[in-house]
Nanobody, 125 residues
Framework: QVQLVESGGGLVQAGGSLRLSCAASGRTFSGYAMSWFRQAPGKEREFVAVISWSGGLIYYTDSVKGRFTISRDNAKNTVYLQMNSLKPEDKAVYYC??????????????????WGQGTQVTVSS
């Protein structure tokens, strides 16, 4: 019922910045919590950040705290991930995901009903 499309990935040098966007369409986006995950080759899908519908609840994985910022613009049905001070270990395909209510186990991929197809982020040293 919800379609998600990521954009904004690309190639940057270590220390650089990117802003990822995830646009929702189809069924209404209203009320959905939104998360970002990432996956590198041969690795498990990893939680990055989550934001509640109102923006009042935000959580990050420890490795990105202080560098990444999640935000949303509900009028545009879009969630963002601002990534600063990028490191080579941030290289991965980044996915956005949606759920109708923010769960207590928001860091688990299997909690989410809707996923985008991903956008590649590459960081060179």
């Amino acid at each position: 019922q919800v379609q998600l499309v990521e954009s904004g990935g690309g190639l940057v040098q270590a220390g650089g910045s990117l802003r990822l966007s995830c646009a929702a369409s189809g069924r209404t986006f209203s009320g959905y919590a939104m998360s970002w995950f990432r996956q590198a080759p041969g690795k498990e899908r990893e939680f990055v950040a989550v934001i509640s519908w109102s923006g009042g609840l935000i959580y990050y994985t420890d490795s990105v705290k202080g560098r990444f910022t999640i935000s949303r613009d509900n009028a545009k049905n879009t969630v963002y991930l601002q990534m600063n001070s990028l490191k080579p270990e941030d290289k991965a395909v980044y996915y956005c995901a949606a759920r109708s209510i923010l769960p207590s186990t928001y860091y688990r991929p299997n909690e989410y009903d809707y996923w985008g197809q991903g956008t590649q982020v590459t960081v060179s040293s």
